[in-house]
Nanobody, 126 residues
Framework: QVQLVESGGGLVQAGGSLRLSCAAS????????MGWFRQAPGKEREFVAA????????YYDDSVKGRFTISRDYAKTSVYLQMNSLKPEDTAVYYC???????????????????WGQGTQVTVSS
Protein backbone atom coordinates (compact mmCIF):
# COMPACT_ATOMS: atom_id res chain seq x y z
CA GLN A 1 0.00 0.00 0.00
CA VAL A 2 0.94 3.61 -0.52
CA GLN A 3 -0.03 6.58 1.61
CA LEU A 4 -0.12 10.15 0.31
CA VAL A 5 -0.20 13.16 2.61
CA GLU A 6 -0.84 16.61 1.17
CA SER A 7 -0.24 20.01 2.68
CA GLY A 8 -0.04 23.65 1.65
CA GLY A 9 -3.59 24.63 0.77
CA GLY A 10 -5.21 27.80 1.99
CA LEU A 11 -6.87 31.09 1.13
CA VAL A 12 -5.16 33.51 -1.25
CA GLN A 13 -6.18 36.54 -3.25
CA ALA A 14 -6.38 36.43 -7.02
CA GLY A 15 -2.93 36.85 -8.51
CA GLY A 16 -1.28 35.26 -5.52
CA SER A 17 0.66 32.03 -5.14
CA LEU A 18 0.51 28.81 -3.17
CA ARG A 19 2.70 25.73 -3.05
CA LEU A 20 1.19 22.31 -2.43
CA SER A 21 3.24 19.39 -1.17
CA CYS A 22 2.57 15.68 -1.27
CA ALA A 23 4.69 13.06 0.50
CA ALA A 24 4.41 9.40 -0.42
CA SER A 25 5.19 6.53 1.94
CA UNK A 26 4.79 2.79 1.93
CA UNK A 27 5.40 0.75 -1.24
CA UNK A 28 6.88 3.68 -3.13
CA UNK A 29 9.08 1.48 -5.31
CA UNK A 30 5.97 0.96 -7.43
CA UNK A 31 5.72 4.61 -8.52
CA UNK A 32 5.34 5.17 -12.23
CA UNK A 33 3.93 8.70 -12.08
CA MET A 34 2.59 11.25 -9.63
CA GLY A 35 0.20 14.06 -10.26
CA TRP A 36 -2.40 16.52 -9.09
CA PHE A 37 -6.12 16.68 -9.71
CA ARG A 38 -8.71 19.12 -8.42
CA GLN A 39 -12.41 19.10 -7.77
CA ALA A 40 -14.55 22.21 -7.49
CA PRO A 41 -17.98 22.13 -5.84
CA GLY A 42 -20.55 20.52 -8.11
CA LYS A 43 -17.93 19.51 -10.68
CA GLU A 44 -16.07 16.35 -11.54
CA ARG A 45 -12.50 15.79 -10.47
CA GLU A 46 -10.17 17.03 -13.21
CA PHE A 47 -6.55 16.62 -14.17
CA VAL A 48 -4.14 19.45 -13.36
CA ALA A 49 -0.56 18.23 -13.81
CA ALA A 50 1.54 15.09 -13.61
CA UNK A 51 5.09 13.86 -13.79
CA UNK A 52 6.63 10.59 -14.94
CA UNK A 53 8.59 9.64 -11.87
CA UNK A 54 11.69 8.08 -13.41
CA UNK A 55 12.29 10.61 -16.17
CA UNK A 56 10.85 13.73 -14.58
CA UNK A 57 8.83 14.50 -17.69
CA UNK A 58 5.94 16.82 -16.88
CA TYR A 59 2.62 17.60 -18.50
CA TYR A 60 -0.20 19.99 -17.70
CA ASP A 61 -3.79 20.76 -18.41
CA ASP A 62 -4.10 23.75 -20.72
CA SER A 63 -5.92 25.74 -18.04
CA VAL A 64 -2.82 25.87 -15.83
CA LYS A 65 0.05 25.90 -18.34
CA GLY A 66 2.41 28.75 -17.67
CA ARG A 67 1.01 29.32 -14.17
CA PHE A 68 1.50 26.02 -12.34
CA THR A 69 4.68 23.98 -12.05
CA ILE A 70 4.94 20.40 -10.85
CA SER A 71 8.23 19.26 -9.39
CA ARG A 72 9.59 16.45 -7.26
CA ASP A 73 12.12 15.59 -4.62
CA TYR A 74 13.16 12.10 -5.66
CA ALA A 75 14.94 11.34 -2.39
CA LYS A 76 11.95 12.39 -0.28
CA THR A 77 9.44 10.71 -2.61
CA SER A 78 7.55 13.96 -2.69
CA VAL A 79 5.85 15.98 -5.39
CA TYR A 80 5.00 19.66 -5.32
CA LEU A 81 2.68 21.98 -7.17
CA GLN A 82 3.73 25.61 -7.36
CA MET A 83 0.70 27.67 -8.28
CA ASN A 84 1.22 31.24 -9.45
CA SER A 85 -1.13 33.88 -10.83
CA LEU A 86 -4.03 32.14 -9.14
CA LYS A 87 -7.54 32.84 -10.34
CA PRO A 88 -10.90 32.41 -8.57
CA GLU A 89 -11.66 29.55 -10.95
CA ASP A 90 -8.69 27.65 -9.48
CA THR A 91 -10.68 27.28 -6.26
CA ALA A 92 -11.07 23.57 -5.54
CA VAL A 93 -9.95 20.69 -3.38
CA TYR A 94 -6.61 19.56 -4.75
CA TYR A 95 -5.72 15.88 -4.64
CA CYS A 96 -2.33 14.26 -4.99
CA UNK A 97 -2.33 11.00 -6.93
CA UNK A 98 0.12 8.19 -7.57
CA UNK A 99 0.09 5.77 -10.46
CA UNK A 100 1.88 2.44 -10.33
CA UNK A 101 1.20 1.23 -13.88
CA UNK A 102 2.82 2.01 -17.21
CA UNK A 103 0.09 3.44 -19.42
CA UNK A 104 2.05 4.01 -22.64
CA UNK A 105 0.77 7.56 -22.82
CA UNK A 106 0.40 10.64 -20.66
CA UNK A 107 -1.60 9.76 -17.55
CA UNK A 108 -4.34 12.36 -17.30
CA UNK A 109 -7.42 10.47 -16.20
CA UNK A 110 -8.57 9.36 -12.76
CA UNK A 111 -8.36 5.72 -13.78
CA UNK A 112 -4.64 6.09 -14.55
CA UNK A 113 -3.86 6.59 -10.86
CA UNK A 114 -4.07 4.02 -8.08
CA UNK A 115 -3.60 5.96 -4.84
CA TRP A 116 -5.00 9.28 -3.67
CA GLY A 117 -4.38 11.75 -0.90
CA GLN A 118 -7.08 13.16 1.30
CA GLY A 119 -7.19 16.49 -0.51
CA THR A 120 -6.31 20.03 0.46
CA GLN A 121 -8.55 23.06 -0.02
CA VAL A 122 -7.38 25.95 -2.18
CA THR A 123 -9.57 29.04 -2.18
CA VAL A 124 -8.81 32.03 -4.38
CA SER A 125 -10.73 35.21 -3.61
CA SER A 126 -11.44 37.86 -6.22
Amino acid sequence: QVQLVESGGGLVQAGGSLRLSCAASGRTFTIYNMGWFRQAPGKEREFVAAMTWASGRTYYDDSVKGRFTISRDYAKTSVYLQMNSLKPEDTAVYYCALGSRYMGRESTTIDDFDYWGQGTQVTVSS
